[in-house]
C-alpha cells in the first residue's frame, strides 16, 4: 500500500481554519470589557498554535475500514503493518469474533488505543472495534454504545479544525444480513440528532460493512456514501457515510486482511482545504440593543389601548395593533443593512471585526 500523510497537516490562508477554542457562547455586544477579554484571550491563543512560517494547519485523520472475518489476533501483526505503512489514524474492523474472554494484550498493537465491542450474549461472529492512534483525543460515547446495535461512537476533537469542523463524530457500524434495517436506523438517528445539537458544527463518518442496509436512509439526514467501488464479489457491502466528503479524496481500494474475502477501504484527506465558496449578501434586520428595546417597551406600555378594545370585528383588532406597533418598532429599532459573507456565524457583526483588528495590532 501508499503511504498517504498521517493526520494530514494541510496548509491554508489564515482564514480557512480557526484553533479549537471552549464550548462559549459568543459574549453580548453589549458588554465590550469581557468580550475584548474573550477575545484577547482567542488571540493568543491563534497566535499559539501557529506553524513557523505562520501559516496554521488543518488535521483530519486517515480512516481505514476493513472486515476482518475473524481471526483478529492471527491478523494482529498484519494489522500492524498496515497502519504503519499507511498512517492511519483511524481504524474501523467488523467481524472481529472476539469476545468477553479475549484479554486486551492479545488486542495491543504500539501507538494506538483500541475501543472494542463484543457480542456478549453467546452469539458467535460480529463484534466491532476502532482503533485510536494514541496521540489523538477522544471521548468513548457511553450513552449510546451501550444499544442492542452492533456499534460503536467516538467523539474527536483535535488541537485544531476547520473553522465549520468543531469536532468529528466516528462511529463503526456492523450491520448482519437478514435483519431488520429499521432499528440500526433508527439508533443512528438518534446518535446524529443528539450529538449535532450539542455541536452544531459537527463533521461525521460513519464506516463499517452495512451488508443491505439502504444508503437512501441515510442520504436524507444528509450523509454522502462515499465508497462506489465493489468491496466483497459483485456487492458494496464495506461503505462510508460522511457530511464532509470535500475534505477527502475518493476512497480507494486495497487487498483484503488475512484470508477475509472483503476488500480494505482507505480514504485520505485533501492535501488542500476546499475553498469556501461564499460570498457576500445584503443582510436586512432590525437594530438592536438594550436601549432600544427598552424605550419601546415604554412606549407600548403607555398606549391606551381601549380603541383596540372597543373594536368587535377580530379584522379590524389586528389591523389597529399593527397600525399602532409598526410606527413605533420603526421609530425606534429601524430596519439596517449590512454585507456578511455566507459563511460567517450569524453573530460575527463590523464591530466584532473591529475588535478582533485592534487586538491583532497590539
Avoid at 474472554?101 to 466491532?128: C, E, F, M, Q, W
Wanted: proline share 7%; glycine share 4%.
Amino acid at each position: 500500500m501508499l503511504s498517504p500523510p498521517s493526520f494530514h497537516s494541510l496548509l491554508s490562508e489564515p482564514d480557512d481554519v480557526i484553533p479549537v477554542l471552549s464550548d462559549t457562547t459568543p459574549p453580548d455586544s453589549t458588554d465590550i470589557s469581557s468580550q475584548s477579554i474573550t477575545l484577547q484571550s482567542s488571540i493568543n491563543h491563534i497566535r499559539s498554535r501557529r506553524c513557523p512560517n505562520g501559516t496554521k494547519r488543518i488535521m483530519l485523520p486517515t480512516v481505514l475500514n476493513a472486515n476482518l472475518r475473524g481471526a483478529f489476533c492471527q491478523k494482529l501483526d498484519e494489522l500492524q503493518v498496515t497502519f504503519n505503512q499507511c498512517n492511519i489514524d483511524i481504524a474501523f474492523l467488523t467481524e472481529t469474533w472476539l469476545h468477553p474472554g479475549t484479554t486486551s494484550d492479545l488486542t495491543h498493537i504500539p501507538n494506538y488505543t483500541i475501543h472494542r465491542k463484543d457480542r456478549a450474549d453467546g452469539r458467535s461472529g460480529g463484534g466491532v472495534v476502532i482503533y485510536v492512534r494514541s496521540n489523538l483525543s477522544v471521548v468513548p460515547m457511553s450513552v449510546f454504545n451501550n444499544s442492542d446495535c452492533e456499534t460503536y461512537w467516538i467523539l474527536l476533537r483535535n488541537a485544531c479544525m476547520p473553522r465549520r469542523i468543531s469536532h468529528l463524530l466516528l462511529g463503526v457500524v456492523y450491520h448482519q444480513p437478514g435483519v431488520s434495517h429499521s432499528p440500526l436506523y433508527e439508533h443512528i438517528i438518534q446518535v446524529l440528532d443528539v450529538t449535532s445539537r450539542q455541536h452544531p458544527c459537527l463533521g461525521i463518518i460513519i464506516a463499517g460493512d452495512f451488508n443491505q442496509f439502504p444508503d437512501s436512509w441515510l442520504s436524507s439526514y444528509p450523509l454522502s456514501q462515499i465508497v462506489k467501488v465493489k468491496t466483497r464479489g459483485e456487492s458494496v457491502l464495506d461503505k462510508v457515510f460522511t457530511n464532509i466528503k470535500h475534505w477527502y479524496n475518493l476512497p480507494s481500494l486495497h487487498p483484503a486482511l488475512g484470508n477475509s474475502d472483503h476488500e480494505t477501504i482507505l480514504v485520505t484527506p485533501l492535501e488542500s482545504p476546499p475553498t469556501l465558496g461564499g460570498f457576500y449578501k445584503t443582510v436586512r434586520y432590525r437594530a438592536g440593543g438594550q436601549n432600544r428595546r427598552a424605550m419601546l417597551y415604554q412606549a407600548i406600555k403607555n398606549l391606551n389601548w381601549t380603541p383596540l378594545l372597543n373594536l368587535t370585528s377580530c379584522e379590524d383588532m389586528v389591523n389597529c395593533f399593527y397600525n399602532t406597533v409598526l410606527p413605533l418598532l420603526d421609530h425606534f429599532m429601524p430596519w439596517v443593512e449590512r454585507d456578511q459573507y455566507t459563511t460567517e456565524k450569524p453573530w460575527v457583526s463590523n464591530h466584532f471585526r473591529q475588535l478582533i483588528q485592534e487586538l491583532i495590532r497590539r
